[in-house]
């Protein structure tokens, strides 16, 4: 959660909706979002009151989660053997290409 107000900041312009799992659930991250002029679509915690968001948001979000989890498969994208930030993203590009192809 600390580095997602400076990442938001980076992007060249504003999202239509901040897509997040529940470990960025906070009033005062759900209003920067807000503030941006995008809409958060984080699920609550158990414990907080719930949060309206379309049906459709959380099925992509649940699609893009179990595509990281088929990636992490791979022994290199999950231990980050890769040095530089290239050479990662190289790994990446591959795994998912062939998670495309299986698929």
Not at 29 to 42: E, K, M, N, S, T
Not at 44 to 59: F, G, L, M, S, T
Request: charge should be positive; aromatic fraction near 10%; hydrophobic fraction near 45%.
């Amino acid at each position: 959660l600390p580095y997602a107000v400076p990442l938001l900041a980076t992007l060249p312009g504003v999202p239509l909706w901040v897509v997040g799992d529940r470990g960025y659930s906070s009033h005062a991250f759900r209003q920067h979002v807000w503030d941006l002029g995008a809409r958060p679509a984080i699920p609550p915690k158990r414990n907080e009151a719930p949060v309206a968001c379309p049906d459709w948001i959380h099925n992509n979000r649940n699609r893009v989660e179990r595509l990281w989890a088929r990636l992490k498969e791979w022994r290199a994208v999950a231990t980050r053997y890769e040095k530089t930030a290239s050479s990662f993203l190289g790994v990446l590009h591959l795994a998912a290409t062939l998670d495309w192809i299986r698929r």
